[in-house]
């Protein structure tokens, strides 16, 4: 052993005076210089941190500014079409109406055209023409029909005459909107003559009939008729319908079915809330299904009255500073985006200018106002989420004046600490009007450790870690070089042995055949046969060593081919036998009779089952028999080799299959061999895809088993 030291260092002396002028004298210098490493290495951790952050903020700010792009493209198309330029209202509403439908971030639309009122395209019936207009009798004879029928009515107070003398001019007449004027007349004085179950048919007819038609005063006449209708359901005491008819009546005015202005919403929806809200605690009837519908609905109403404050808003704080644009003379461009506070809310304004048949010619600017609540509550979370994982970093998003957007009180803290590593980074032109702001939260901040204060203690450790890193390098150098001597002479020394013994043979018998000795031909051929034998071991043993180097340099090739594995294993085990096991050896073989063909490379895992059955005869004792077996499972086949001998220790198993390894029971029993049969059968095996196990009682048995993979059929 100690021989084998000194051998191993004498051999490592350069490797060792290195360690001494390289590693333990420089070993004071560099821990100063780890220290200073460690200074700079917090501040580059430091830095890393903010890039991270400003990655996060980045990623963010493209998620939302994307979603906004989206929607100012739609804009842009929408902008650029002719309707536009050529003020086509009905196509400017459908288009507007088509943006709030696909695009939840769209709010409320507007078009300002040069020196005109801004338009709402849809909140205002721009395209219904004149309001007002009165329905035109040329006919005299019509004309003293309607001046009798007025007469009767308010003057005679003759309210089923008058009813009479308008059906009869409904019939007489062809023009549409005196058809529709005099139904109303009709249902009127029926309904003052106390007739509501009369009254009420004629007003549907004019609210499925006369659709698109109005009053002498502008209103819609079929939203008269509505009105008139629930009117006569409540006067004849039929409250559920009633009820029921204001509740589609409410539905349709949310809805902005007759593009009615500000004030005639507001007058109208108070109607039918205030006579639905005095009608169901009367109503028994349906009454907690009216209810369920109502307060809906009343959701809603409050959801448009916030629209037409935005409107009122626009109107009045928006549209005169963006009148400057069209100013002749103005050199600035439109903003594509805008920002107005109007009391404690930010409106954001995406814009896009109407082209003109001129090149710089400006006829208007459409614009929409974003939903902010979407953008807050629904993209902003989405785009957050997105960013994952933010393990290590508070997030919090505040609006320029310091209100709260994103972020809980924790994150919020973590920022507002003065050692924390913080950045806060906008958005492309203030829009939206947000200050992200992004903390370190990790477990520790790598800006508060101290350098100064830890000198010391980080020197020695540098100087221990240092020494023993080097000592166990050395160490463990030194041990494998004195085991790799030891294995070469294991190895040089069994090589020898396993060449020595059947060369010496042979040298015994060619003397005797060549001296003449041997007359009989039938002990001259049992020579040649002890002679073949050792040579075919010779054999055997040469092509271990060489198969062995070429796989530890990886130029190890096999030759697969599709082979029968119950005709294979016969000639193998009949090779075997040949090459002279004695008369008390015995092999059995068993086979199983549905041994697929298998693609292996024949003469190595040939080799491999000679080196296994060696194995088994050398470490028989008295026993001189090995069983080999195969066997067919679902998608594989196994063949096992098994013995009675010595069996292998438990601590041992898997130690057999490394190069150069000799078991405790080959050094007891001086068992010779390279130590190398057991490495390549398992190189052989797995470079078949499959693998090799081994099950052995000490004292008793062991058995070796292959296990192949079935290829695929298909």
């Known amino acids: 052993m100690f021989r084998g030291l000194k051998i191993a260092v004498k051999r490592q002396k350069k490797l060792?005076?290195?360690?001494?002028?390289?590693?333990?004298?420089?070993?004071?210098?560099?821990?100063?210089?780890?220290?200073?490493?460690?200074?700079?290495?917090?501040?580059?951790?430091?830095?890393?941190?903010?890039?991270?952050?400003?990655?996060?903020?980045?990623?963010?700010?493209?998620?939302?500014?994307?979603?906004?792009?989206?929607?100012?493209?739609?804009?842009?198309?929408?902008?650029?079409?002719?309707?536009v330029r050529r003020k086509d209202y009905p196509v400017i509403k459908e288009q507007v109406r088509e943006l709030s439908e696909m695009d939840s971030l769209a709010g409320i639309t507007f078009l300002l055209y040069k020196n005109e009122e801004p338009v709402f395209p849809l909140f205002q019936d721009i395209y219904a023409g004149d309001t007002n207009r009165q329905a035109t009798v040329d006919d005299t004879s019509l004309q003293q029909q309607i001046k009798k029928a007025e007469d009767a009515e308010f003057i005679h107070h003759d309210y089923f005459g008058a009813a009479s003398i308008y059906n009869d001019l409904f019939l007489q007449s062809d023009n549409h909107t005196i058809k529709a004027r005099m139904l109303n007349h009709e249902a009127r004085n029926l309904m003052k003559a106390g007739k509501f179950h009369e009254a009420a048919p004629v007003y549907s007819q004019i609210i499925n009939d006369y659709p698109d038609e109005r009053t002498a005063s502008g209103l819609p006449l079929q939203l008269h008729a509505e009105l008139q209708k629930t009117e006569c359901y409540i006067l004849s005491g039929d409250k559920g319908s009633a009820v029921q008819n204001d509740l589609d009546l409410f539905e349709e005015l949310i809805a902005n079915k007759w593009s009615l202005n500000e004030s005639q919403f507001k007058t109208y929806s108070s109607i039918v809330i205030e006579r639905v809200t005095g009608i169901l605690p009367d109503s028994a009837a349906g009454s907690s299904e009216f209810k369920s519908r109502f307060e809906p609905l009343k959701e809603q109403y409050q959801h448009r009255m916030e629209q037409w404050e935005t409107i009122s808003n626009i109107r009045s704080f928006i549209v005169p500073e963006l009148t400057g644009y069209f100013q002749t003379n103005s050199s600035s461009p439109l903003p594509s985006e805008y920002v107005k506070k109007i009391g404690n809310k930010n409106y954001l304004i995406?814009?896009?200018?109407?082209?003109?048949?001129?090149?710089?010619?400006?006829?208007?600017?459409?614009?929409?106002?974003?939903?902010?609540?979407?953008?807050?509550?629904?993209?902003?979370?989405?785009?957050?989420?997105?960013?994952?994982?933010?393990?290590?970093?508070?997030?919090?998003?505040?609006?320029?004046?310091?209100?709260?957007?994103?972020?809980?009180?924790?994150?919020?803290?973590?920022?507002?600490?003065?050692?924390?590593?913080?950045?806060?980074?906008?958005?492309?032109?203030?829009?939206?009007?947000?200050?992200?702001?992004?903390?370190?939260?990790?477990?520790?901040?790598?800006?508060?450790?101290?350098?100064?204060?830890?000198?010391?203690?980080?020197?020695?450790?540098?100087?221990?870690?240092?020494?023993?890193?080097?000592?166990?390098?050395?160490?463990?150098?030194?041990?494998?070089?004195?085991?790799?001597?030891?294995?070469?002479?294991?190895?040089?020394?069994?090589?020898?042995?396993?060449?020595?013994?059947?060369?010496?043979?042979?040298?015994?018998?060619?003397?005797?055949?060549?001296?003449?000795?041997?007359?009989?031909?039938?002990?001259?051929?049992?020579?040649?046969?002890?002679?073949?034998?050792?040579?075919?071991?010779?054999?055997?043993?040469?092509?271990?060593?060489?198969?062995?180097?070429?796989?530890?340099?990886?130029?190890?090739?096999?030759?697969?081919?599709?082979?029968?594995?119950?005709?294979?294993?016969?000639?193998?085990?009949?090779?075997?036998?040949?090459?002279?096991?004695?008369?008390?050896?015995?092999?059995?073989?068993?086979?199983?009779?549905?041994?697929?063909?298998?693609?292996?490379?024949?003469?190595?895992?040939?080799?491999?089952?000679?080196?296994?059955?060696?194995?088994?005869?050398?470490?028989?004792?008295?026993?001189?028999?090995?069983?080999?077996?195969?066997?067919?499972?679902?998608?594989?086949?196994?063949?096992?080799?098994?013995?009675?001998?010595?069996?292998?220790?438990?601590?041992?198993?898997?130690?057999?299959?490394?190069?150069?390894?000799?078991?405790?029971?080959?050094?007891?029993?001086s068992i010779k061999g390279t130590g190398l049969g057991l490495a390549l059968v398992k190189y052989t095996v797995e470079a078949h895809n499959g693998h090799i196990e081994v099950g052995s009682e000490p004292g008793w048995n062991t058995v070796f088993s292959i296990t192949l993979p079935i290829p695929d059929q298909k």
């Open 16 to 83: 060792l005076a290195i360690f001494f002028i390289t590693i333990f004298l420089p070993s004071v210098s560099l821990s100063i210089f780890g220290i200073i490493a460690l200074r700079n290495e917090k501040f580059r951790m430091a830095k890393e941190i903010e890039n991270e952050q400003v990655q996060i903020a980045s990623s963010l700010q493209y998620r939302v500014e994307t979603r906004l792009t989206d929607t100012k493209k739609r804009l842009e198309n929408i902008a650029g079409h002719p309707s």
């Open 350 to 669: 995406l814009m896009e200018m109407i082209p003109g048949q001129e090149q710089y010619e400006n006829p208007g600017i459409l614009g929409v106002k974003l939903n902010s609540h979407y953008l807050r509550n629904h993209i902003l979370p989405h785009a957050i989420e997105a960013i994952q994982p933010m393990q290590n970093m508070a997030l919090y998003i505040t609006t320029l004046s310091g209100g709260s957007i994103a972020g809980d009180s924790i994150a919020r803290g973590k920022i507002n600490s003065p050692d924390a590593i913080t950045t806060a980074a906008l958005f492309d032109n203030n829009f939206p009007p947000w200050q992200l702001e992004l903390a370190y939260i990790g477990p520790e901040n790598p800006g508060q450790a101290s350098i100064f204060a830890n000198f010391f203690f980080w020197t020695i450790i540098t100087l221990i870690i240092i020494l023993v890193f080097g000592t166990v390098l050395i160490a463990r150098i030194v041990a494998r070089e004195m085991e790799i001597l030891k294995i070469k002479s294991d190895f040089v020394s069994s090589v020898s042995h396993e060449f020595k013994t059947p060369l010496t043979s042979m040298k015994s018998l060619t003397e005797r055949i060549e001296t003449g000795k041997v007359i009989q031909q039938e002990k001259m051929e049992q020579y040649v046969s002890i002679i073949s034998r050792d040579i075919d071991k010779l054999i055997r043993l040469v092509s271990n060593i060489l198969n062995f180097s070429k796989i530890e340099e990886g130029q190890k090739v096999y030759k697969m081919e599709r082979t029968d594995m119950t005709a294979w294993l016969k000639e193998v085990i009949h090779h075997y036998k040949k090459q002279g096991i004695e008369s008390d050896y015995q092999i059995l073989v068993k086979s199983e009779s549905n041994i697929p063909a298998l693609n292996i490379d024949k003469d190595a895992m040939g080799q491999t089952i000679f080196n296994l059955l060696d194995n088994a005869f050398k470490f028989s004792r008295d026993h001189k028999q090995a069983e080999v077996t195969m066997e067919r499972n679902s998608d594989s086949v196994t063949i096992k080799i098994k013995n009675q001998g010595l069996g292998i220790e438990e601590d041992e198993k898997d130690k057999i299959f490394e190069k150069f390894y000799r078991g405790n029971c080959a050094v007891k029993y």
